[in-house]
């Protein structure tokens, strides 16, 4: 099964660091989800890595078997 992965403050929006979806189409996948969570996955400065890649465009993106997409909030500090 596909995993979706969340870190930083993603992680506090989902309640979890990791979920565990069926294979399909993302746009499927994220319309499963909570609202206000697929909300915050695809805000402007959130990035993806899809099974370790950084990946610039989400269309036609379909999770299969053991894919990991991970989403990445935008980090701050100094």
Do not use: C, H, W, Y
């Not at 206000?36 to 299969?64: C, P």
């Amino acid at each position: 099964m596909p995993r979706l992965v969340f870190m930083g403050r993603l992680e506090d929006i989902a309640g979890t660091g990791e979920l565990v979806v069926s294979a399909g189409p993302l746009e499927r996948i994220l319309a499963a989800l909570d609202p206000a969570l697929a909300v915050q996955l695809l805000g402007e400065k959130v990035r993806m890595a899809l099974n370790g890649r950084l990946i610039t465009d989400m269309g036609g993106i379909s999770l299969g078997e053991g894919d990991e997409l991970a989403f990445l909030p935008p980090v701050s500090g100094g």
